[in-house]
């Protein structure tokens, strides 16, 4: 980062604002300011992952964008966010999560991946579209300090 020196003397390096832009942010941070992901950050919470997910990875997260969310049956979201249902919604949610660091380019590599409860979730390349599981991924390749995070649009729902 090049640092410039303001009237008063000060470097605009060690400015708040410089600070907070330059600080690294983590897969929590990312995803709420990305603008698409409210949903998927309000069930973290709910689920009580948000201290997991702002630790140090590495994480590939396949994170469903709110308009996939908006595809769930009518109440299914507010069904798993009923407190007696934040175990379910704990394995949804890790079933979105590599226990890896992953780029779009990367899954060429691989049939499936496996992810952080345990379960393999198909991953495709087809004419440069990938797709994890039933979701498209819409949002490729967004950077924070403990994770690649790829937007999908669907949600993958566990079997059971």
């Known amino acids: 980062m090049t640092s410039t020196t303001t009237a008063a003397g000060a470097s605009a390096a060690s400015s708040p604002l410089a600070m907070t832009e330059t600080a690294p942010k983590k897969l929590l941070e990312v995803a709420a ?31 469903p964008t709110d308009a996939a969310f908006g595809e769930l049956p009518e109440g299914a979201l507010a069904s798993l966010f009923l407190p007696e249902n934040k175990a379910r919604l704990n394995d949804l949610l890790n079933g ?37 599981g039933v979701g498209k991924v819409v949002l490729p390749n967004i950077y924070s300090s403990n994770a690649v995070i790829h937007g999908i649009d669907r949600v993958n729902l566990p079997a059971n």
């Open 96 to 132: 979105h999560l590599i226990p890896k660091r992953k780029t779009v380019v990367e899954f060429e590599r691989w049939d499936a991946l496996k992810t952080v409860n345990g379960r393999n979730v198909a991953i495709q390349v087809l004419d440069k579209q990938v797709s994890f």
């Open 33 to 63: 300011a990305e603008g698409s992901f409210a949903i998927f950050c309000e069930a973290v919470e709910r689920a009580g992952m948000s201290e997991f997910l702002n630790g140090n990875g590495p994480f590939t997260a396949f994170i």
